[in-house]
């Protein structure tokens, strides 16, 4: 089993920064992407930000030049830089992870932390 466990998240002024992080725990072989999903009240789960074990990223439009996703492959750890941040990016951020065991392919989420983008 995989465990992820995120921290950072917390009430901010819009045009502030915060770091988002996540760690992964557990019988881990290798973790093949490891990403960052949101979820606002009221709205589905989207994308935010991925990266793969060879540092191949991908982000949405909307945090496109503000949000920097990076990964530390020895620790098993993704983190998600946000500056410039918008009253809309106020939402729950999950942590995802797609890699495999010594028996099986997992995909893990945290359970969430929440981000609050507020004056």
């Known amino acids: 089993q995989v465990q992820l466990v995120e921290s950072g998240g917390g009430l901010v002024q819009p045009g502030g920064s915060l770091r988002l992080s996540c760690a992964a725990s557990?019988?881990?072989?290798?973790?093949?992407?490891m990403g960052w999903y949101r979820q606002a009240p009221g709205k589905q789960r989207e994308l935010v930000a991925t990266?793969?074990?060879?540092?191949?990223?991908n982000y949405a439009d909307s945090v496109k030049g503000r949000f920097t996703i990076s990964r530390d492959n020895a620790k098993n750890t993704v983190y998600l830089q946000m500056n410039s941040l918008k009253p809309e990016d106020t939402a729950v951020y999950y942590c995802?992870?797609?890699?495999?065991?010594?028996?099986?392919?997992?995909?893990?989420w945290g359970q969430g932390t929440q981000v609050t983008v507020s004056s």
């Open positions: 995802n992870a797609e890699g495999a065991t010594a028996d099986v392919d997992f995909g893990s």
């Open positions: 557990g019988s881990i072989f290798s973790i093949y992407a």
């Open positions: 990266i793969t074990s060879g540092g191949s990223t």
